[in-house]
């Protein structure tokens, strides 16, 4: 079994996305397993959202109780071609998901097309994250891109190997509490600040210069794990 998604249960312990559903676990052991519904389902993120947690997966969107019940699966438009959805992150309301066709907004049971003249609309997004400063984010296999949502004016940010990245398959981004932006991609970890990149791989100490999918946290004493 793959673990590939991890999220703090709000009664303690965390629930576990693997490649064969979901499990809670807490105090070192296996307390819950996930919904029948989600059994067959490759789990790829998991997020809480107004007293929901949604898990996206293999084969599209499920909205489960806070205990984990199954309450409904949802599947991405036809024009999406896979059922995938790849990361999740609140947006307003309702959700911004990232799918194998750029950005979807799903509210109400509803997916809406979003920026579909973007650099990004129609590749796969692999993460999102929003920033202190309101920029949302979007990890992709051909770059990062900064939406600046709280100045819809300002063009869209992009980073590549053009701008200094190692490696423009973007697995994850968090934003660090100096203001610096630490992004995993397949050549280690790149950090942003001020428009500069500084590269970590292997040669500076890095154990791998692999990252998996959002393999990172910043804790509370602002470190990156």
């Excluded at 991890?6 to 919904?35: A, C, F, Q, S, Y």
């Excluded at 990361?87 to 979807?104: A, E, R």
């Excluded at 796969?124 to 296999?141: E, F, H, K, R, Y």
């Excluded at 709280?150 to 968090?174: A, C, Y």
């Amino acid at each position: 079994t793959e673990v590939w998604a991890l999220t703090h249960h709000p009664k303690g312990g965390v629930w576990v996305g693997t490649n064969k559903g979901m499990i809670r676990w807490l105090d070192g052991k296996l307390l819950l397993e996930g919904p029948r519904d989600l059994e067959d389902a490759a789990v790829i993120c998991l997020l809480y959202h107004q007293n929901r947690l949604w898990a996206g997966t293999d084969r599209g969107l499920f909205e489960l109780e806070e205990n984990g019940r199954f309450v409904h699966r949802y599947r991405p438009p036809a024009e999406v071609g896979p059922l995938s959805t790849y990361d999740l992150l609140p947006f307003g309301q309702g959700l911004l998901v990232g799918t194998s066709l750029g950005l979807y907004d799903f509210r109400e049971g509803r997916f809406t097309r979003q920026l579909p003249n973007a650099p990004f609309a129609r590749i796969g997004i692999n993460s999102l994250n929003q920033d202190p400063q309101g920029t949302i984010w979007v990890g992709t296999s051909r770059g990062l891109f900064g939406l600046p949502m709280d100045s819809p004016g300002q063009h869209i940010k992009v980073f590549g190997r053009e701008q200094g990245l190692l490696d423009e398959t973007i697995s994850w981004s968090r934003a660090l509490p100096d203001g610096t932006l630490a992004v995993g991609h397949g050549v280690g970890i790149s950090l942003i600040r001020d428009d500069k990149v500084i590269s970590l791989t292997h040669a500076q100490g890095l154990i791998s210069d692999e990252t998996n999918h959002e393999a990172a946290l910043v804790d509370s004493k602002g470190r990156l794990w």
